[in-house]
């Protein structure tokens, strides 16, 4: 059974850090996975954030293109979102996401509150 569980979330304040981490089981093959960060503010749709892909390229949404980091570590079968300089607008729940052709995995969510 496929598993994402997603750590690392909480309260900060704005202009703070956090990390966000993924520990992934279950899935054969992980380092052919895209693995994705996505999130939703209340009210609002579910957005990507970042991705990295197989061969290590990273995509981020402009809003937090300079402030936030993706990476993974294929052998420990990790996903980590390094969030720096976080503004309350990035307050939302955090989702974990693993793709690769038809399989399309899902953690719960981790839950990131800024705010001073």
């Known amino acids: 059974q496929v598993q994402l569980v997603e750590s690392g979330g909480g309260l900060v304040q704005p202009g703070g850090s956090l990390r966000l981490s993924c520990a992934v089981s279950?899935?054969?093959?992980?380092?052919?996975?895209?693995k994705a960060w996505y999130r939703q503010a209340p009210g609002k749709q579910r957005e990507l954030v970042a991705v990295?892909?197989?061969?290590?390229?990273?995509n981020y949404t402009d809003s937090v293109k300079g402030r936030f980091t993706i990476s993974r570590d294929n052998a420990k079968k990790m996903v980590y979102l390094e969030m720096s300089s976080l503004l309350p607008e990035d307050t939302a729940d955090y989702y974990c996401?693993?793709?690769?052709?038809?399989?399309?995995?899902w953690g719960q969510g981790t839950q990131v509150t800024v705010s001073s």
């Open positions: 279950g899935v054969f093959f992980f380092s052919v996975y895209n």
């Open positions: 996401n693993a793709a690769w052709k038809g399989a399309n995995y």
């Open positions: 990295v892909n197989m061969d290590g390229s990273t």
